[in-house]
T-cell receptor
């Protein structure tokens, strides 16, 4: 069964701290893995997209890693800011552009 | 990234009425558009996939007669919720993809909050 599992479900950190979100998937055939940030009441915004051959990709303070062998990915946020408070969704794309969504990790950054 | 807009951003309607939501890709021609529904604290659920000029493909459990999708042009898709009921209240999000240079990407709209009273 094609599934994407994310952990933790929610997370609270202090402003300025780093954090890492996890994503495990059992999706086949694999095309690419994406991380999205979704603010409350808004549509998802793409942070990174990684194909099978990519191990890491950065977008500013966001760094995503992918281990295609173990089918795991992580999103590392450096020097968190209050504006990072959002839901972070791991999405795996199957060939044919069918997306399988994780449930998301709700991150709250507090001062 | 590409820009996808939705209109309206929120709508309140009475039970039994129909509501139309528009999704536009503003800076590229989207051969494929997707419609999602998201309930509070849940992730996005794909409702249907539509290719320009052809009938939409609905996911299992989604009533095609209730959720009418039209993708008449490469920049516009509409979702009409017919005879809306309170249980249809949700956050509806579209995404656009396809085209010559964006075949694998999906760009999401900002979403439409539907409340049925």
């Amino acid at each position: 069964k094609n599934q994407v599992e994310q952990s933790p479900q929610s997370l609270i950190i202090l402003e300025g701290k780093n954090c890492t979100l996890q994503c495990n998937y059992t999706v086949s055939p694999f095309s690419n893995l994406r991380w999205y940030k979704q603010d409350t009441g808004r549509g998802p915004v793409s942070l990174t997209i990684m194909t099978f051959s990519e191990n890491t990709k950065s977008n500013g303070r966001y760094t995503a890693t992918l281990d295609a062998d173990t089918k795991q990915s992580s999103l590392h946020i450096t020097a968190s800011q209050l504006s990072d408070s959002a839901s972070y969704i791991c999405v795996v794309s199957r060939y044919g552009n069918k997306l399988v969504f994780g449930a998301g990790t709700i991150l709250r950054v507090k001062s | 990234g590409a820009v996808v807009s939705q209109h309206p951003s929120w709508v309140i309607c009475k039970s039994g009425t129909s509501v139309k939501i528009e999704c536009r890709s503003l800076d590229f021609q989207a051969t494929t558009m997707f419609w999602y529904r998201q309930f509070p604290k849940q992730s996005l659920m794909l409702m249907a996939t539509s290719n320009e000029g052809s009938k939409a493909t609905y996911e299992q459990g989604v009533e095609k007669d209730k959720f009418l999708i039209n993708h008449a042009s490469l920049t516009l898709s509409t979702l009409t919720v017919t005879s809306a009921h309170p249980e249809d209240s949700s956050f509806y999000i579209c995404s656009a993809g396809g085209g010559r240079t964006r075949s694998y990407e999906q760009y999401f709209g900002p979403g439409t909050r539907l409340t049925v009273t």
